[in-house]
């Protein structure tokens, strides 16, 4: 791995075991978290490079599909959601499949992109799986709280 890219994977690294423990934990603050920073932390390396006269169009639609999960996944929420109002539980499947196309998108590029880490394929994949263990989990009527 090229040393620029090292922050990026390790900094990649850190927001998916915060995700991950968050499921482990129940806690959907801390998954939320590992997701707005994931997102928020492609932005910020995307905008970087292409200040600094790198990248074209991949930056660019990175920038834009991670700004959309770093809105959705703000960790901040209501304690109270009521997820058997059948409007409530529309909207969580909407941007639950969101997230989930964002991150299994993300995986795709990244494995046909030799020169890129694929670590961080495994990454996208593994925030993939824990949306669609929540759509899941949202079609049985296991959710309860955010």
Partial sequence: MENEMLIPVML???FTA???LGVATKKGFYV???YFLFGGMVMTFNLLGLAAGEGGLVEIMSVGIFACQTIIMYPWVPEEIDFSHEAIRTLALRLTA??????????WLIL???DFPQLLAVFHGILAIIMLMRI???LKGGVTKT
């Fill in 12 to 14: 990649a690294g850190v």
């Fill in 18 to 20: 915060m995700a991950v």
């Fill in 32 to 34: 939320r978290l590992g």
């Fill in 98 to 107: 969101t997230v989930f196309i964002i991150n299994a998108t993300a995986t």
């Fill in 112 to 114: 046909t992109m030799p």
């Fill in 136 to 138: 899941a989990m949202i």
